[in-house]
Each structure stands twice: as C-alpha cells, then as structure tokens.
C-alpha cells in the first residue's frame, strides 16, 4: 500500500521559513519523480516544484529562489524549504510521487501552510 505522510506546516509570519517533509512508503522511491503542490483556497491545485530521480528541479515561477526540493533517496523522503514566505504561499500544500511507466501517481492528504501577520 502507498502512503505518502506530510508533515512540517503551520503558521507563520511573512518573512518567515517553513520546512516540509513527506515521507514515502510502499513504493521503490528512487524511480518516481517527487514533488510538491498546493492548492490555496478557492483556488485549482498547481504545481510547485519536482525533483526527478537524476537532480533535475523545475519550480513555479513564483517560487523560484526561495523554495528549495530537495529529497532522501536512502530515508524514502522529500523536503520543501520554503525561505521569504508571502501571504500568497498560503495553501495546503501536497506531496506527489510520480512515474510515466504505469503510470503511477500517488498524493499525500496535504500539510497546510498559512502565511500571516
């Protein structure tokens, strides 16, 4: 069985850093491209950032220079840091766990993340 476990959210103030961590199990890890979305109130879901099992990241514009993916091949984990949060990183964020060979596609339940004042 999959599960993918979030963890790592909470409140905090603009300015302020937050670390996410997603915890995978029931599946070969280290073949699946990881990444990270999120879907803020009233709003559709949208990626985030993803790392692919070779070192190759690609992140939403928005978040480019102050999130970082990074993950754990050996612990089955993946991390978002999140650097200058803005109230418009409020969201629930997702971890997604990913192969074109199936295909699979596998979601976590989400960590929410509120940025404010």
């Known amino acids: 069985q999959v599960q993918l476990v979030e963890s790592g959210g909470g409140l905090v103030q603009p300015g302020e850093s937050l670390r996410l961590s997603c915890s995978a199990s029931g599946i070969i890890f280290s073949r699946f491209v990881m990444g990270w979305y999120r879907q803020a109130p009233g709003k559709q879901r949208e990626f985030v950032a993803t790392?692919?099992?070779?070192?190759?990241?690609n992140y939403l514009d928005s978040v480019k220079g102050r999130f970082t993916i990074s993950r754990d091949n050996t612990k089955n984990m993946v991390y978002l840091q999140m650097n200058s949060l803005k109230p418009d990183d409020t969201a629930v964020y997702y971890c997604?766990?990913?192969?074109?060979?199936?295909?699979?596609?596998?979601w976590g339940q989400g960590t929410q993340v509120i940025v404010s004042s």
């Open positions: 997604n766990a990913f192969r074109s060979a199936g295909p699979e596609d596998h």
């Open positions: 790392l692919g099992n070779s070192g190759s990241t």
